[in-house]
């Protein structure tokens, strides 16, 4: 009796044993499959032919779950950008091409070049302006109308054009004050206008003080010379050409009229440069959308592959230069 016992006793002892092992190994198991579930770094590992093959399986559950099915045709994941939107931007406003494109550096050069040139163009404008205001202020107060009307009168008697009453004069034929009147002035303009062929007037000076004005005063001694108040007298540069004798004042006035035209063809110079640049941005904006555009042309790609004897949908993306 003792015996079977024993024996009985010895195998319903190791009954339990086995049953204890194989409880814990479930629950290990169990314990491992769900910390796989829940943490990110966790990888299932299976063989195909001897090779390993492993992913993770919640990123793997990520994916699936988001992307879309393998049926969806391949979309681009960045829309390609406009090389005409480019262009125009920066015949605008110089850069700003550029800044759409991505082009950073090259949006701050020519952003930077068209301040520059159109702040020099203002500030080259308003010299010329300023000289020109000065020219004329100095043509005023030493070139004479009633000066240069009495050398008109002066050809006109010596001509016999003057077929109204003698005006008093001084001894150098300046026309009194008494007599220098708008009559006096239109019946000389007149004359100023209508015998060229038989005097000197090439020009007829104009009735208002226009730019044309302070230039012929300067432009053509030979008629209006005589106005100027230092020559020695009316009929100074009388046969007189070019090159003609300048006298102080007039020298004078010629440095501003050249200072004041200097300025303005700077100032002319800087504007025709920010056109360029206009230009050469709007051109540089559109190139550099294109070859942004065909730089780097991607796309997400979907697939099935066979990965441990099963189809297995996997994503990635796709690159051509």
Do not use: C
């Not at 032919?49 to 992913?55: D, K, T």
């Not at 008697?157 to 001084?170: I, S």
């Amino acid at each position: 009796m003792g015996g079977p016992w024993g024996v009985g006793g010895m195998y319903q002892h190791k009954g339990q044993t086995m049953r204890t092992v194989i409880l814990l190994t479930i629950v290990f198991m169990m314990s491992m499959t769900l910390q796989a579930q829940q943490a990110d770094s966790s990888l299932k590992v299976t063989e195909e032919n001897g090779i390993s093959l492993a992913w993770n399986t919640g990123k793997y559950q990520l994916l699936a779950t988001t992307m879309p099915s393998m049926d969806d045709k391949p979309e681009q994941a960045v829309q390609p950008k406009s090389s005409l939107k480019a262009a125009v931007l920066s015949a605008v406003l110089p850069g700003s091409g550029e800044l759409y494109a991505g082009s950073y550096w090259k949006a701050a050069i020519f952003a930077a070049v068209e301040v520059a040139v159109i702040t020099g163009y203002f500030i080259y404008e308003n010299k010329g302006d300023d000289e020109d205001w000065k020219m004329r202020n100095f043509g005023d107060q030493h070139w004479s109308e009633q000066k240069y009307w009495s050398y008109v009168y002066n050809i006109a008697v010596r001509n016999d054009l003057w077929n109204y009453p003698a005006l008093e004069t001084d001894p150098d034929m300046i026309i009194q004050d008494s007599d220098y009147d708008a009559t006096t002035v239109a019946r000389l303009r007149e004359i100023e206008r209508n015998n060229s062929t038989a005097t000197d007037f090439t020009h007829s000076l104009p009735e208002t003080k226009t730019q044309q004005y302070y230039e012929m005063i300067y432009k053509y001694l030979h008629q209006f010379g005589a106005g100027w108040d230092d020559v020695p007298n009316l009929l100074y540069y009388e046969g007189q050409s070019f090159p003609f004798t300048l006298t102080p004042n007039i020298s004078e006035y010629r440095d501003m009229r050249n200072r004041s035209n200097d300025f303005y063809q700077t100032a002319t110079t800087m504007f025709s440069v920010a056109m360029l640049n206009h230009l050469i941005s709007a051109f540089d904006a559109a190139l550099t959308v294109k070859r942004n555009n065909k730089k780097l042309d991607y796309a997400f790609r979907v697939s099935a592959q066979r990965y441990a004897g099963e189809m297995v949908r996997t994503y990635g993306i796709h690159f051509s230069w």
